[in-house]
Every structure is written in C-alpha cells, then in structure tokens.
C-alpha cells in the first residue's frame, strides 16, 4: 500500500510538473519525431502493411475513435487521428502525441481483431495521448536526471529510450498510467458506438497470448496489468458509465 500511495504522489508531482519540465509543443514535437522514424524505416524496409480491406477497417474504427475522443475531451474536437500497420513493428500498439497510433498488424492478424476490439484498443491509445502521459515521461527524465542533463525534450527521450534502467525506474508511474488510460479509454470507447460484450473479448485474447508465454514478459517495459484485471476494470467503468448515462436520461427533461 506504501508503494502503491508513494507512486501516485510521484505520477501527481510529475504531472503537475510536466508543464515547468518542457513547453508542451516542445515534449510533443519529441514524441511526433519518434514515431517519424518509424514510419520512415517502415517505409525504407517496406513493411508498411498493404491489405486494402484491413487498412480500410483500421480507418473506420480510428476514424469513430478519434470522433469520440474528440467528443470526450474538447481539445481534441478537430483533431485528425491516424493510425498506421507495420509488420513485425514489436508493439501492439502505440501512441503518440500528434494523435498518431502505429500498430503491429501482425498482433491484429494473430489476435484476428474484430472492428470492436479494434476500437477498444485505440480508445486506450488515444486516451494516453488525451491524458497527455508522453510528457509526463519526459518530465519524469528532466526529474529523475536533472534538466540541466536533459535540457531538452528531445535529449529527455533519448536518454529514456537509451537506457532499460530508466523504464525500470518509471514503471510504477507506468502501471498508473496504463490504468488511467483503461479507464479513459472506456468512455472514450462507449462513445465511439462500438458494442463493449464483443471489445472486451480482446482481454480473452490477451489472457490466451499471457497463458502461453506471449504476452506480458515481466519486464521493465511490462507495465499492463493482467488481461483478466484489465477486463474486470475496463467492465466496470464502461458499466458504471452506462448507469451514469442512463440516470442523465431519467432526468432530462
């Protein structure tokens, strides 16, 4: 419990000094140039993925989440989210700042994601970005390092992606962060229309890849929960919305 309070008090004063750690055009700029560069290797080792009927679906679904998130958190209402397949990319999927998602579409073949799974998915992955947790590492670097080490956003995530230690040292505010985007993504998922009995299959999948070996490997980069925690969580906020919902249609007039 000790560990639990420490580590949020840590991810509250990193949140509030995120802000004083980089400008957040700065922090975001860092973060966008990241998923540049993959994007520009995908395309240099052409494993951009090509099928026409999956790209279209991934579209469509980001197109509705991106619409939701934008409906949840008005700063993001004209905001044009994209969301790009590369083959083998390591990640399920990732978010950045930019309102870019890139995701591993061998993950989605093998997963055989349906257009709801697909939608829960990215709704946690705009909800990170929503939630604004890439400068929240940044900041965690300029505080763990010293700013006068990481001066700028950019060498803050260089130095971050550099070292393992630095992802083993972040990863309680890590874990925070998963759980806050479980939950965010949730309301930013019931607003996308998606039905949430077939999204929440997606844990199942999880659960079977974790069973196996292949999913969680305890690492320092480990920071979800248990596919079978995250459905649990992820059900009750979507629950808890829908009763909210419907107490707001009891009383409109």
Aim: hydrophobic share 50%; glycine share 8%; proline share 3%.
């Amino acid at each position: 419990m000790k560990t639990c309070v420490a580590a949020v008090l840590l991810l509250a004063s990193v949140a509030c000094h995120a802000q004083a750690a980089y400008p957040e055009p700065e922090a975001a700029a860092a973060w966008r140039g990241l998923a540049a560069s993959y994007v520009r290797k995908a395309v240099k080792d052409q494993t951009l993925d090509r099928d026409p009927a999956l790209n279209a679906r991934v579209d469509a679904v980001m197109a509705a989440v991106g619409a939701a998130a934008g409906a949840v958190d008005p700063r993001y209402a004209k905001s044009s989210w994209t969301a790009l397949l590369i083959e083998d990319f390591g990640h399920g999927a990732v978010a950045f700042p930019g309102e870019i998602i890139l995701v591993d579409a061998k993950f989605a073949r093998r997963l055989q994601l349906c257009d709801d799974e697909l939608a829960l998915i990215f709704s946690h992955e705009a909800a990170h970005v929503v939630a604004g947790h890439a400068s929240a590492k940044l900041a965690f670097m300029a505080e763990f390092l010293g700013k006068e080490k990481v001066p700028t956003a950019r060498k803050a995530l260089l130095a971050f992606l550099a070292d393992d230690a630095y992802a083993a040292a972040f990863r309680s505010m890590a874990q925070l962060q998963e759980r806050e985007a479980d939950s965010l993504g949730a309301e930013i998922f019931l607003t996308t229309g998606f039905d949430p009995q077939r999204a929440l299959g997606l844990f199942d999948k999880l659960a079977a890849l974790e069973s196996g070996g292949n999913g969680r490997d305890g690492g320092a980069a480990d920071s979800h929960d248990a596919a079978g925690m995250r459905k649990q969580a992820v059900a009750g906020a979507i629950a808890d919305l829908q009763r909210r919902q419907a107490r707001r249609a009891m009383v409109a007039p």
